[in-house]
């Protein structure tokens, strides 16, 4: 093709960029390729039709129009199977070839050492070929050498595949480790360190789920926990002693609650705790465990020393969750809550009966 049509020739190796050109590009930028010129030659030349046919099939074998037997594909298969040797031999970056080679001879049933003494075979017989067509064959390796080049570099292909993929895993890791920090950030409270409203809805609405779904049938308690005279206590040291407090009050929690429980924020100076698997007796002795903490600790802020109490109400669910569990259950301790405020604040009340299903 060089020779008979240099200049157009000479545009696909000019978009080949000094590497062997491809059919494909031939195809690009002539409309047609070496496989049609060829068939083309041999059959002007009288060549048996299976020979031609295979030749310009060889590209697309896979594809080779039924009519044309199985002699033919046969044929064309065997031609595309050179091609992937030849670029072993040829290609600077053998491995890809070689891969693809071990590929097609597979698909073809041709094991791994048939290949390789297959390919050994070439060797004499392109001595042979060069020796007949007069050409004068270039100094190289031996096709041993190419081949254990090639099993080299395919070495490389797969340890940087390899390598890749040990990339891309640890940044999945990195990745669901910022989704997780990310996450367990949008559900606390940054003042005080315990989870944020959505948080506690989350963790209340799985403990019932797991009660609708029968995965557990322990009583499931909640306790709602106010600061007392909060209000007054901004006023007179300011909104920054009364922050000092809040952060207390999440660290006695987070320092005095089972390993089972949970803390959150619920607003302002109000916090919740969601007590799995207690009984209604643990309950009272767990929010008055709390509360006496919270009265024995000192805050220490500018010019003062600040004591609070806390007054908490509580409640438990002792049976499987309908839909309004949670409203219930919370409400029911809100008003445990207030009855203990109404009784002089820095005091328990908690619910004698569970909180019963909706009529």
Sequence with gaps: MLQCIPDAYAGVLERSQGRWPTRELEIEVLGLDRSIVAAGLLKERGLPEPIYRAIACASHFPDVPAEYGTEVRELAEALSLAELAARVVRDEAKGEPLQALRTAAGEAGIGEEDLVELFQALEPEIQEMARLLDVEMAPGLTHAEILAQAHRQVTRIS?????????????????????????????????????????????????????????????????????????????????????????????????????????????????????????????????????????????????????????????????????????????????????????????????????????
């Design 159 to 359: 340890l940087g595949a390899a390598a890749d993929l040990h990339r891309a895993e640890r940044r999945a890791e990195d990745l669901a480790n910022e989704n997780r920090e990310l996450s367990e950030k949008a559900s606390t409270d940054e003042l005080t360190g315990v989870l944020n409203r959505a948080g506690f809805d989350a963790v209340l609405e799985d403990e019932l789920r797991a009660r609708r779904l029968k995965r557990t049938s322990t009583v499931l308690g909640l306790l709602m926990i106010d600061a007392d005279h909060f209000k007054q206590l901004n006023d007179t040291h300011g909104h920054p002693a009364g922050d000092a407090v809040l952060r207390t009050i999440g660290r006695i929690l987070g320092q005095t609650l089972r390993a089972s429980d949970v803390a959150a924020r619920y607003g302002g100076e109000e916090f919740v705790v969601v007590a799995p698997k207690i009984t209604p007796e643990g309950l009272r002795v767990l929010a008055e465990r709390l509360r006496q903490a919270i009265e024995a600790e000192v805050t220490e802020v500018p010019g003062a020393r600040l004591q609070v109490t806390v007054s908490v109400g509580g409640a438990f669910l002792a049976e499987s969750a309908d839909d309004g569990a949670a409203a219930r259950l919370i409400e029911a301790a809100d008003q445990r809550l207030y009855e203990a405020k109404r009784h002089g604040r820095n005091r328990c009340v908690v619910a004698e009966h569970p909180v019963g299903r909706e009529a």
